[in-house]
């Protein structure tokens, strides 16, 4: 049996009802609305009911010309009849899809890259999941999408691997963006090919941009950082302060042990470098963990709305909780801490066997090498 020629993207959709039916298929409209808890189509009420695909097709042409009436059905069922062989009336909507594709400006060929990956979300993360996954790692593949958007009304079998390269190098945000972009490509890919929404996973030929090492694109300049030092009466800004010089994520300041006889900081997470690490306070720190201690006083999305709030007041541009993290990372290098010492106190693995197994550093050791960052405290 031939398959009926596939429908696009906003021609609508002729569904076959179970059962023994005189009119087994029901005709609908192009979806206009989506549903505001799943961000799925939903599919309109049926515009009637026909014996056959093929006046189906008719009827959804004559919508879209503006010719359809209720009732015009009956009148195609009977010009049908056994007029054209089906392989004659496969031609026949394949030229009435090629006019569609001209008028509309669209591809023949299936699903826009946004209706596939609306409907791959739900597939993930919808109630009817095969697995439960973090609302962090819904959050990260949402973040992602977004960064695709000259793609998503693109149809997902015409993408070209140059198209999305260049989508992909046009990300201007750190390698994690980048990387998490690719992946989800390629996870949209193979979610359709089982579906025949498209034949192969160009995504999979996709190269992740070579970023040169050790690049701040987000950290505090040292001019910025010493107009911070002039308001540390502010327990936000002295909270960016702290995190500043002490380069943990900030999702581990909630569970950071902060051990003020011993003056240093233990705690991480993600890692298994990075879990459990001890990191000496800066001396110009000890005085705000002191005066605020070490765990911020608000949620994350509300410590993002105070800092976008309060540097600009002060003259100091917004940057996200993790340039702190940057920062420090370049106050590091900038003042020559040793470098597998850096490695030790931002939590990254040394990626060298002797070093990792044999050298150990002790606390007084690290603390020589933090103190090696200048700080130009004000007066």
Known sequence: MNKHPRLPAGFGSIRLISGNRRKPYAVHPPSTERDPKTGLYVRPPALCYVSSWYVGMSVLSAYHAGNYKPGDELIMEREFSAVLSEAGLNDFCRRLLDNFAVITGRETGGRTLDEVYQEFMQWKFGENAVRD?????????????????????????????????????????????????????????????????????????????????????????????????????????????????????????????????????????????????????????????????????????????????????????????????????????????????????????LGDITNSVYGHRSLDELRTEIEKICVHLPG
């Open 133 to 349: 996954f973090s609302p962090h790692t819904m959050k990260n593949m949402k973040v992602a999408y977004s960064h695709l958007s000259v793609l998503h009304d693109r149809p997902l079998k015409s993408l070209s691997l140059s198209e999305m390269q260049t989508a992909v190098n046009s990300i201007t945000q750190g390698k994690y963006t980048v990387t998490s972009a690719v992946q989800l490509l390629r996870q949209i890919f193979n979610y359709a090919i089982p579906r025949d929404y498209c034949q192969k996973n160009l995504a999979q030929y996709l190269v992740i941009p070579k970023r040169p090492d050790h690049v701040h694109h987000d950290a505090f300049s040292d001019d910025e950082l010493d107009m911070l030092w002039h308001h540390t009466s502010d327990p936000i800004i002295a909270f960016v302060l702290i995190m500043c010089y002490s380069g943990f994520r900030l999702t581990a300041y909630d569970t950071l042990v902060v051990d003020l006889d011993r003056l240093c900081f233990v705690g991480g997470i993600k890692t298994a470098a990075s879990k459990g690490r001890t990191v000496p306070m800066h001396s110009a720190i000890v005085p705000l963990v002191r005066m605020y201690g070490a765990h911020p006083r608000c949620s994350q999305s509300k410590l993002r709305v105070e800092m976008s709030k309060r540097l600009p007041a002060v003259g100091v541009r917004y940057l996200s909780p993790h340039s702190c993290r940057h920062t420090f990372s370049r106050l590091c290098e900038t003042y020559g801490v040793n470098e597998n010492d850096r490695k030790r106190m931002l939590g990254h693995s």
